[in-house]
Each structure stands twice: as structure tokens, then as C-alpha cells.
């Protein structure tokens, strides 16, 4: 059996403004369609990567931002050719860096935003 990457589910209370977000800082191209049960549903494509996005009720929780270490998904990373590049371009558009980029072995480099809903993006460099 043969296991690929189909896509990824994120939750929120606000839509629109989640997809606008991915659309501004990462060039994502949103997606209209309907999902099985006939109920609008807003996808993502952030160059091949399929990002679905879900309403969730108001008084839904956001988690809180975890403390290191902890269970669960962390956060999904995204490859790009060079970072500081990267960095100056993400955050003219408006994304926040918790953690600015730092080397962390030879040839690799990283650093992590907070998109919306505590979501923990890392970049990556690897040369």
C-alpha cells in the first residue's frame, strides 16, 4: 500500500479572512468548490499544496499557543530557495515571524510564522 500527501484541514471561525490571509502572504490561490454534503467549501492551493479550510461554530476554541514539547501536529513547513528573501518578501505582506531565521545545522536554515488560528508555519532553506 501506497501512502501520498492529499491535502490539509484547517478550522476557523472566519472564512474568508483565513483564505485572504494565505492568498496575501503566500500567493495561495483560493479555491471555490462543494463539498460532499452540498455546503460551500473554500480550498487553497499554495503551489501544489491542498489546503482545505472549514467554518467552525463562534464559540469554537482556538488553542492556546503550546509550550515545547508537547503532542499533536506542530506545524506544516514550507521549502523555499532562499531565505532571506523569503523573509523580507513574507513580511512585506504582512506575516508575523515567531522565530526570525537562524541556522541550525550546516547547509540548513529555519524560521517559523503564526498564520491565523495559531497556526505554525516553519521555512526552510536547505543548500
Known amino acids: 500500500?501506497?501512502?501520498?500527501?492529499?491535502?490539509?484541514?484547517?478550522?476557523?471561525?472566519?472564512?474568508?479572512?483565513t483564505a485572504e490571509y494565505y492568498q496575501r502572504?503566500?500567493?495561495?490561490?483560493i479555491l471555490e468548490s462543494i463539498q460532499s454534503d452540498g455546503k460551500p467549501r473554500t480550498d487553497l492551493d499554495l503551489d501544489g499544496l491542498t489546503i482545505f479550510i472549514a467554518p467552525?461554530?463562534?464559540?469554537?476554541?482556538?488553542?492556546?499557543?503550546?509550550?515545547?514539547?508537547?503532542?499533536?501536529l506542530?506545524?506544516?513547513?514550507l521549502r523555499v530557495d532562499n531565505m532571506e528573501t523569503a523573509v523580507a518578501e513574507l513580511k512585506r505582506r504582512g506575516a508575523?515571524?515567531?522565530?526570525?531565521?537562524?541556522?541550525?545545522?550546516?547547509?540548513?536554515?529555519?524560521?517559523?510564522?503564526?498564520?491565523?488560528d495559531n497556526v505554525r508555519i516553519e521555512l526552510l532553506e536547505r543548500t
Not at 502572504?25 to 490561490?29: L, S
Open 1 to 17: 500500500m501506497a501512502y501520498r500527501y492529499d491535502h490539509m484541514h484547517l478550522r476557523t471561525r472566519d472564512v474568508k479572512r
Open 25 to 29: 502572504v503566500f500567493g495561495a490561490k
Open 56 to 72: 467552525v461554530a463562534p464559540e469554537a476554541a482556538i488553542p492556546s499557543a503550546p509550550t515545547e514539547p508537547y503532542i499533536g
Open 74 to 77: 506542530d506545524h506544516f513547513g
Open 96 to 116: 508575523t515571524f515567531k522565530m526570525e531565521p537562524r541556522t541550525i545545522r550546516p547547509g540548513v536554515k529555519i524560521a517559523f510564522i503564526e498564520a491565523p
